[in-house]
């Protein structure tokens, strides 16, 4: 009997330790995060979001889950950024425009100050946060940055001159409400979601937006004419609650930090190949016609815009920022990699 019982103690013994000796990385426990997007899951913010979930899943080895809650099933876009600080998501992915004074400098690059592509555009907005290191963020951890491609013009009617937009209604956010109303168009807020339905009711006669939603959200259904402006570009972070980010592994925070640059020149590139894909798409199923500015048009329509950023320098040196100097970064940014591309 008592050879029996040291037999079993042995057994049970090796057993475990075998189990200690032979259990991966993979098979403890997993930290569990929750990430919040507010748009619907085709379209870019939330591709770039199942994107990063995939690296930081292979990179951690499956020491880290990330759920994923697109269309504001968790949270919505004007709740994010404190959703998160509160830690009703571990991390959100937020458009800065949609709250012009709260993101004072990171917004800075939705002014027409000519950046060409959402590459350059990602690239700039991340290199200008670590140079600047807002405070706007000091309650969160931001984990990546990227913007849109430029905005242009998508219409029920055909928009050649600035005289054809006068009086217009477009659906638009943040700071193009300004350029709207400097050509002489009106600017209607309101979510993007609710913009179809707007368009077919004649509430909006069109929007101002990167050109992915012509394909993403069937744009072309309804916008027969798109006016080629490539003005401006729209600001988005990644953040994260600042408490679940002290209590994450030295190991899954490097993983994160190293992602931060990957992550904004991938979804740059992916937003730039969409779009072209989007624009050849609704030329071809719904025979939208693409109007390109001629050169002197295109400079009287961005003549008009110059004084948008003086009074943005005006507004943001008024309330303790360097604003001609983060505009002269900005500028020199966007000619640094703009060449890189």
Known sequence: ???????????????????????????????????????????????????????????????????????GTLLGARDMMDGVIAGQADIGCLCMAYQPGRFMVTNAVSLPLGIPDSRTGSLVLTDLFKKENPRAFNKVKVLALFTTAPANIMSRKRVATLQDLSGMDLRASGGAAEILKTWGANQIGMPMSATPEALQKGVVQGLFSSLE??????????????????????????????????????????????????????????????????????????????????????????????????????????????GKNIVDTIKTLIQKHGQDS
């Open 1 to 71: 009997m008592k050879r029996f019982k040291t037999f079993a103690t042995t057994a049970i013994m090796t057993a475990f330790l075998a189990v200690l000796l032979c259990q991966s990385p993979a098979g403890a426990k997993s930290i569990s995060l929750n990430y919040a997007n507010f748009p619907p899951a085709p379209t870019f913010p939330c591709v770039q979001m199942e994107q990063w979930k995939s690296e930081v899943e292979a990179k951690t080895q499956g020491k880290v889950r990330i759920n994923t809650f697109p269309g």
């Open 213 to 322: 939603v012509m394909k993403d959200l069937k744009f072309a259904e309804e916008c027969s004419y798109v006016t080629v402006t490539n003005t401006v570009v729209y600001p988005f972070a990644v953040v994260m609650n600042l408490d679940r980010w002290n209590a994450l592994p030295d190991d899954v925070k490097t993983v994160m930090e190293n992602l931060s640059r990957e992550q904004a020149l991938w979804t740059g590139i992916y937003m730039d190949n969409h779009v072209k894909e989007a624009v050849e798409w609704s030329k071809k199923t719904h025979n939208v016609e693409f109007l390109e500015l001629d050169p002197a048009n295109s400079q009287a329509w961005n003549q008009t815009l110059l004084p948008i950023t003086e009074k943005w320098i005006e507004k943001a040196s008024a309330k303790g920022f360097d």
